[in-house]
Structures are given as structure tokens and as C-alpha cells.
């Protein structure tokens, strides 16, 4: 099949998702850790383990992302959501001192999508956020694009596992053009 | 008296710490980590940070999947039951609503209110669900134009529902006006030559009897059925498209 027919929807650039983009719909499949602020009436099926009708205020639970950004309001009548781990405070010093090392894709394979993402919802941390988001994309970027030129001779498999799904995809258009420029030369 | 032990912390320095501590840290990372771990003994239930909860729209997304799974442009079978159920889903999550609004205005419950945005948020998280898979596909569809021409191999039309098959023949008239339009009185195919051709000459098969033949340089070359030449490509193309010569590919 010819690569170059099949034009998909591309992810959405910053804050923003593309409605018919496939990666965005998976994106925003992941679950956050919230707590709801207000009860859900009638929904207490969902839990699996209470007989409760309702879903009380004050559950703990993990919404998807969008979910929590459907019901999400500045003043924090329904819900409140908390940072995932990767985006905390420990793991930001761990991207500040080397972000090189870190599995990516382990560590939730939309690190950059799902980051961006939590900027909605108005933490304040949000600057610091975003600047380590934007600092590993950065310390990466040299060796993503490093080991995508070397892919044609070598085996980077290995490299590949720890990429997260951005990273992956622009590997993958750069292999691609690598190697149509490896058959005209 | 709680024993003393030795671990490795997140920066994988040594700290000493008692025991209990750090099997509730183990107990704490390990139950936190694993979502889905179903079940936790009750004395360590207070570790656990959230309840499993199942959520709306898991068939949707399931279908999304099934087409992000093939990256390349095939496209797979329609999935008309999975379109089916989610369907369903969604007119069953409406009718709860309608009768939650009306009991909300009627009676005015407004703690009735954030169900009603929960569901309200999942209607419109399948209706976005079943688009892009409906998009996606007809993005798939009209690839295939441009890969396999205008009849498509009866293993990809089975792929097909009736109304993509309808959507593709109107894509390939569509394309067909526009390149009747351009390129002067015949018209210009231009889902010829998606590639650079390699040479200028190509190997042809006569299929029919077609005559003399003139060629740029003045030569003149009868066409005989079943005779082979060495001819340029630009003059061989509108014979090629109209079935009088084949090309030869060795």
C-alpha cells in the first residue's frame, strides 16, 4: 500500500485536539486520578464494588480524559483532578536532571499529548508543567532524530521501546524519508 | 522495637528505614501502579487511592482502535455490529437523561444535574467516537482510488458497506470531470506516473492491429498483433489506455 494515499487526521497542536484525529481519541482515552467535588446521582452502577445508588461526593476515582474535561468547571463544583505521577513534582526534577534516560513510553505512551492536555485544568503548576514538557521534548529531540537517520543500517528497536507516541510517529517520518532518499541516491 | 532495613529510595540512594514502612511504601507503589489489580486484602484496602470503576463508551473507543491498529491504509471490514451496539448505548443513555430533565424541571432536583453532564458527556463522546470512524475510512476509501484505479479487487469491496461503495462512485466521477477538465481536449490522467518513471522507453506488446504508427524521430512502425517494440513512453501511454498496446514489464 502506497504510504503516501492514506492521509490520516493529525494529532492537534498544543492545547487543542483534533475531533476526527485517532490519536487524540485514544489520547484522551487515558485515565487521570480525580475526586468528584458534588454526588452522581444514579450512576453508583458504574462502581463495581458498592450497592450504592449514587456515586457519594468525595470519591476517589480515575476518570478518562475526556471525561474530566466534559465535566470539569473553573469553580470546582464537580470535580477536581489531580496530576497523574509523570507530571508531579519528583518526576519534573527527574526531566530536569536528564531527560535522555526515561522510558517514555512506559510511563504512559502519550506523555507529551496527555501533558498538554492537563493544562486545561487550571493547576498551578501549569507554567512548570509545560516548560518540562517542552525541556524533554527538547533533550530528546537530538537523539530521536539521531537514531532515525541511523535506521537503515542499524537495528534501533531498543531505542524505540522508550519512545513515547509523538516521538514514535516523527521517527517514523523521518525513516520513511530517509529511505526514499537512500533509493535516489 | 520495628527493624531497621536498607533500600533503595527514587534516586536509588541507600536510606535505612523500618520495615513496616517499607512494605507499606512497596504495598503503597505496587497498588497504586496496577489499576485494574482486583483484589486487595482489606487491611491494606486504605492504601489502594481509587475504586475500579467501569466507564461508558468502551466499544466506541474499541472500534478506533481496531482502525489505529492498521497504520498503513488497510481497510479493515465494517464493523456494523460494533456501530450497532454503540448506537444503542447512546439511545439508551438519552432516554435516562430525558427522564432525569424532565424529573429536574419538573420537580426541580438540581443535584440531578452532574449525571445529566456525566451522560451528556458520553453521548457526545460516542457520537465523536462513531465520526472519526466513519471519516477515517472514507479517508482509506479514497486512497484506494489512487492505489488500484477505478475497479476495486472484490476482497476490499466485501470490506465495504453499501453506502461507502455509493460514496466511492461518486468520488470516482468527481475525479473523472476534473481530469476530462484539464489538460487540454482529452483530457489528463493523473493517477498515471505517481512515481518518477525510470526511462523514456519503454517495452510495448501490440494487442491489435492498429496500422502505422509515426513516432517523433519520423519512423514509421506498423503495428502488427503481437509484435513487440521499444517505444517512448508519452507516445505509447494513449495507446496503452485504449487497449491497442501492452506494456511489457520483464
Known amino acids: ?185 | 522495637m520495628s527493624l531497621l532495613t536498607l533500600r533503595r529510595n527514587f534516586f536509588n540512594v541507600h536510606v535505612i528505614t523500618t520495615t513496616k514502612i517499607y512494605r507499606e511504601n512497596c504495598l503503597r507503589w505496587y497498588i497504586g501502579d496496577l489499576a485494574s489489580y482486583d483484589f486487595i486484602p482489606k487491611k491494606y484496602r486504605h492504601l489502594s487511592a481509587t475504586n475500579k470503576f467501569t466507564m461508558f463508551c468502551e466499544k466506541a473507543v474499541e472500534l478506533i482502535r481496531e482502525l489505529h491498529r492498521m497504520g498503513d491504509g488497510q481497510l479493515p471490514a465494517f464493523n456494523e455490529d460494533g456501530i450497532r451496539q454503540v448506537l444503542e448505548e447512546m439511545k439508551a443513555l438519552y432516554e435516562q437523561n430525558q427522564t432525569d430533565v424532565n424529573e429536574a424541571k419538573t420537580e426541580g432536583k438540581s443535584e440531578l444535574i452532574p449525571s445529566i453532564k456525566f451522560r451528556h458527556s458520553c453521548l457526545l463522546r460516542n457520537q465523536r467516537c462513531i465520526a472519526a470512524y466513519l471519516y477515517d475510512r472514507l479517508l482509506r476509501i479514497r486512497a484506494l482510488r489512487w492505489e488500484y484505479g477505478s475497479v476495486l479487487p472484490t476482497t476490499i469491496r466485501f470490506h465495504m458497506c453499501a453506502e461507502e461503495m455509493e460514496w466511492f462512485n461518486q468520488y470516482k466521477k468527481s475525479l473523472a470531470t476534473y481530469m476530462r477538465s484539464i489538460g487540454g481536449e482529452e483530457g489528463l490522467d493523473i493517477t498515471q506516473d505517481m512515481k518518477p518513471p525510470k526511462s523514456l522507453y519503454i517495452e510495448v506488446r501490440c494487442l491489435k492491429d492498429h496500422g502505422e504508427f509515426e513516432i517523433d524521430d519520423g519512423t514509421v512502425i506498423l503495428l502488427k498483433k503481437n509484435s513487440q517494440h521499444f517505444l517512448p513512453r508519452w507516445k505509447c501511454e494513449q495507446l496503452i489506455r485504449q487497449g491497442v498496446l501492452e506494456h511489457v514489464i520483464s
Open chain 1, 1 to 185: 500500500m502506497d504510504l503516501q494515499s492514506y492521509m490520516p487526521v493529525p494529532p492537534g497542536i498544543r492545547m487543542e485536539e483534533n475531533f476526527f484525529s485517532l490519536d487524540d481519541i485514544l489520547l484522551s482515552h487515558e485515565r487521570l486520578p480525580c475526586r468528584t467535588e458534588s454526588a452522581f446521582p444514579r450512576l453508583g452502577f458504574l462502581e463495581k464494588s458498592s450497592e450504592t445508588r449514587d456515586i457519594p461526593e468525595g470519591t476517589k476515582m480515575e476518570m478518562p480524559l475526556w471525561l474530566a474535561k466534559g465535566l470539569y468547571e473553573r469553580k470546582r463544583q464537580v470535580l477536581s483532578v489531580e496530576l497523574p505521577k509523570v507530571y508531579r513534582e519528583e518526576w519534573r526534577t527527574v526531566f530536569g536532571a536528564d531527560p535522555i534516560v526515561v522510558d517514555l513510553h512506559k510511563m504512559g505512551p502519550y506523555y507529551y499529548g496527555l501533558g498538554s492536555q492537563m493544562l486545561h485544568f487550571d493547576s498551578p503548576e501549569n507554567p512548570e508543567i509545560a516548560n518540562t514538557i517542552l525541556q524533554t521534548f527538547i533533550g530528546r529531540f537530538r537523539r530521536t532524530m539521531d537514531s532515525s537517520q541511523n535506521a537503515y543500517n542499524e537495528d534501533t528497536s531498543a531505542l524505540v521501546e522508550r519512545l513515547d507516541c509523538l516521538e514514535r510517529s516523527l521517527k517514523w517520518v523521518t525513516c520513511m524519508y530517509v529511505c526514499v532518499i537512500e533509493r535516489l541516491v
